[in-house]
Structures are given as structure tokens and as C-alpha cells.
């Protein structure tokens, strides 16, 4: 099983994992080992679509090895590149036996079933039925093998039609799973071992669920619901859309202790004029209206944000307004992109296609900026005491690692019995990936 690209990807792993489970089949160590090999493809942007092709081409190697052996291996295509392609992937990569799309996977074992006698099979209908209602549960065993730190889908598919991007077409409209399904998830989790929750959707906080009675719920009322869960140390959610940030949600960060002061909020550019075209529906003034409303709920909030470079139209001036933007906020980490054309969104649709080198230059430019920024904050907690989540053992001997409130790795020295833990640490140092940090004697005393 081999996943590529974002959380939800990694969650759909995990799930077509149990359900090849309870069919009898074990994740082996490497695809040399594997009888089927799943590929979890991401469509987001040209380069992440191709990878796939130029895997699947080892595959091909692999496979005929293995056939010459007399033994066999299935090879599927599922994620949004299945969903995208449909069978144009069986037509380009003949070593493809299946093609499964994003909200079809359920079905995997009678797909199987049906590519035995080699039939080459594509599914990537939108099912009726649920599909978390067919999975089944995974095992204790397999749960604390994956750790303390599990997802939790709630939502999934986009409405917003950004012009850039794939995720409407590959995913379909925003649905969110009931209230009660996600509380029986998690449970089951925190009963496992897991301490902490991130609960993951393309617009997480479009989420609108059905609730106890008629009601829907909002996200703010599911996280205040599952911050009550016993056993639970930390809540996340991402990614969230700006227009979809209420006061409801800022106010959760303002009173829920166990919601990490975290969030990450794509804001893709600074320019108004570019933002319009990008069909975000947001201005750079409400962005940093909603970042003014989040550092006043819960001062000691850091953000990250996700950036596009070189939009269809975007000017200098353009681009400067980006880096405006994020000198203003200061991001503890983001993730940044060149744009890249997709068939069939309104942006590959544009004549006014920027240059690959002036991409390149401003993707450059943003990135030594927003690097500068990460470790400006990184640097800024040596000497603070913060909390940290235990999450395995460390490199070396006698070391544990875990994550701080931030997401940034945290490693020092300590027993493994505090894995699964959360504990004060003094950060003493800042590397370039990670802090090191001792253990806080157990006084109570408060977090700087
Ligand atoms: N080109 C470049 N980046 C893209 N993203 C989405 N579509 C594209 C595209 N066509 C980026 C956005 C989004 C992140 C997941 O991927 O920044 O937030
Ligand atoms: Fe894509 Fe925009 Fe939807 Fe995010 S909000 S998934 S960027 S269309």
C-alpha cells in the first residue's frame, strides 16, 4: 500500500488496509513481498499525477519478475488519479489490473474477486450507499501499531470550485459524516490507545452533520463534543477554508484546553486581484481579520497556509502583495507550489500563463521567506517549557520523540514507557528539522 499526497489519502490507506484485513490479506514490508500492490494516487498538481506513471513503469518490471516466477501481482490504481483518469489508466499502464476511485474503494474485495481471471476493471462511481458504514473496524493491535496520533474523516469533497484545482472533480461535493459515527470512531481509537485526534477533510470546516435529534452540527459543536471523550489528549482539524472560519470556531480555540493552538488556513495569495480570479471568495483584509480573531481567542495560536505561485495573470506587483501578506501573519510552516495546469478547472482554461522561470523565481522567493519564518519560530521556543505528545522512540538509544502543540518534532532523552503521553519539556535547542529538549520535573508548575 503506498500512499501519495494529503492526510485523506493517508486515512484511505489505513481503511482499505483494514478491509483487505478482515479478507485475509497483510500489508507486506515491501512491494517485492506483495501479491497486490495499491498505489493511493493524488491529482492535485501535473508532477504528483505523473509520479504514478513513472512508478507503475517499475511495477511493470516487478510484475514480470514475479510472472516468471509463476506468482502473481495485482496492481491497482485508486485515489483521484483513478478518479480523474478512469480508464484511460488501464489504456496508458497495461500492468494495471484495477482502477478504484476515491469513493468506491468499499468495494475492493469483490473487484478482487472479479480481476481473478484477469479482467481489468475500472470503479470510480460515486456510490450510493455510505461507504464508512461497509468498512470495517481495524484491530486493536492495528491501531496502536499505526501510534498515539490517528485521523478521523468527517467530511469529505469540496463546493468551492477554486480555479485551480482538481479536488471538486475528484472528490465531489462536500458531505459530512454523522455526528455519531465519528463519536463511535473515535472512541474506539482513545479505547485502543490513541491520544490524539485530527480530524480531516478537504473544507473540515464546511462541516455540517447530522446530529443528535434533527440538528446538524457545526465543527465547533463536534470538537467541543469530542473533547469530552476520556482518554483524549489533543484535538486537531485540518484543512480549513477561510469564508467556512465562524466565530464559533475561533471562540473553540479560545475554550477548548485540548484543542492545539495550530491552524492551518490556506490563503494561496495576497493579492486581491489574483484571489478574485482564483475564485476564493475571500479578500487578503478578511484573511487577516480571521488571524486577528484567532490570536485574540488563543494568543499563542500559529498558523500555517498553503501558497500558490504564479496564477494565470499574476504581476510582480501581484506576487509582492503574497509576500506582504506573509511578512504580515508570520507562519510557523506552510506549504508552497508552483501552479500547475489541470485539465478541465478554469485556470488551464487562461492565455495568460506565467512562465515557467518566473514560477520558478517567485516560488524561490517565497519559499526562503516562509523558510526564514520557520525557523524564526522554531527558534523562539528554546528556552519556553511546552507539552509534548510521545509518539515512539527516539534515534538514538534512550531517546523518545514526539510533537509539540505546533506539530514540530521534539526529541529527548526519557523512557519508552511515556509514549502516549503528553509531559512539559524545556526546549534547549533548535535544529533545522527538529528541537531537542529535557524533561520538566513533575512540579505542575504552569507553561511559559
Ligand atoms: N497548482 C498548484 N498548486 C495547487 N494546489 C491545488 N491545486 C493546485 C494547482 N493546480 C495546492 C493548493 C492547495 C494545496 C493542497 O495544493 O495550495 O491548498
Ligand atoms: Fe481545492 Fe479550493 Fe476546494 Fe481547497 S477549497 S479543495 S483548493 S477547490
Known sequence: MKSYGCQMNVYDSTRMSDLLGAE??????????????????????????????????KLAIAKRARAAEGREMKIVVAGCVAQAEGEEVLKRARVVDLVVGPQSYHRLPNLLKQARDGARLTDTDFAVEDKFDTLPQPSRSQILQRGVSAFVTVQE???????????????GAEISRPVGDIVNETRRLIDAGVREITLIGQNVNAYLGAGPGDQKWGLAQLLEHLSEVNGLSRLRYTTSHPVDMSQDLIDAHAGLAKLMPYVHLPVQAGSDRVLKAMNRKHTSADYLDIIGRLRAARPDVALSSDFIVGFPGESDADFEETMALIREV??????????????????????????????????????????????????ATVGRRIEVLFEKPGRHEGQIAGKSPYLQAVHVEGPVHMIGEVARVEIVSAGSNSLAARLCPATGEAAA
Open 157 to 171: 469533497g469540496c463546493d468551492k470550485f477554486c480555479s485551480f484545482c482538481v479536488v471538486p472533480y475528484t472528490r
Open 330 to 379: 508570520g507562519f510557523a510552516s506552510s506549504f508552497s507550489f508552483k501552479y500547475s495546469m489541470r485539465p478541465g478547472t478554469p485556470g488551464a482554461e487562461r492565455k495568460d500563463q506565467i512562465d515557467e522561470e518566473v514560477k520558478r523565481d517567485r516560488l524561490a522567493a517565497l519559499q526562503a521567506l516562509l523558510e526564514e519564518q520557520r525557523q524564526t519560530f522554531n527558534a
Open 24 to 57: 485475509g490479506y497483510s500489508e507486506a514490508a515491501s512491494e517485492d513481498d506483495a501479491d497486490l500492490v495499491i498505489l493511493n494516487t493524488c491529482h492535485i498538481r501535473e508532477k504528483a499525477a505523473e509520479k504514478i506513471y513513472s512508478e507503475l513503469g
